[in-house]
């Protein structure tokens, strides 16, 4: 009787941590997404403006500007778009999914405003009751470098399939 009593509570054991392995693998885009956010957030508040450059996918209108003008251009456009409590209240209440099912309306649009797929596109959205909607939008980069000598310059210096950042909006308290 005892052993039948160990057997079960054994099973039990094992089957939690098999459905608790389950669910923390299932999370691991999301928390990729959550850690790629807070790495941006660092390097926009340290001054590390050459960084955000690798974290994120320039859009098209940036392409022909220096390094240093897109980097002030972003540092400019992104420091008060995004903060820890911002991306705490992300995590703890915000929706993650593909872009095309969070953001029905606006995925072809943004997708095209930064050159990628929107099915290689995740995103987090948090509706607030008061104040404006938080937006993340997050792609993959492929697992081959994009053909030519030289990369783009998003690309440049990161390690490739990484999450990059396409958007950012309103991610803050």
């Known amino acids: ?3 039948r009593f160990l057997l079960v509570v ?4 094992g089957c ?3 459905v608790w392995y389950g669910l923390w693998h ?3 885009p999301r928390r990729a997404g959550l850690a790629v956010l807070e790495q941006l957030d660092f390097s926009l508040r340290s001054g590390a403006a050459a960084a955000c450059l690798d ?3 320039l859009p098209a209108a940036l392409a022909t500007r220096t390094p240093a003008e ?5 540092t400019k456009a992104l420091r008060d778009e995004i903060s820890p409590e911002g991306i705490a209240l992300l995590q703890r209440d915000g929706r993650f999914g593909s872009l095309t099912n969070l953001f029905p309306a606006e995925a072809q649009s943004w997708a095209a405003q930064a050159g990628v797929k929107t099915e290689d596109c995740v995103a987090f959205r948090l509706d607030r009751t008061h104040g404006p909607r938080a937006e993340v939008v997050l792609v993959r980069l492929p697992e081959t470098p994009p053909s030519g000598d030289h990369p ?9 399939s990484l999450l990059r950042i396409v958007r950012v909006n309103n991610v803050c308290p």
Do not use: Y
């Open 152 to 160: 783009p310059l998003a690309t440049r210096h990161a390690p490739l």
């Open 16 to 18: 939690g941590g098999l």
């Open 70 to 74: 897109q980097a002030e251009f972003i």
């Open 26 to 28: 299932m999370g691991s």
């Open 10 to 13: 054994a099973l039990a054991v």
């Open 55 to 57: 974290q994120i996918v």
């Open 1 to 3: 009787m005892k052993k």
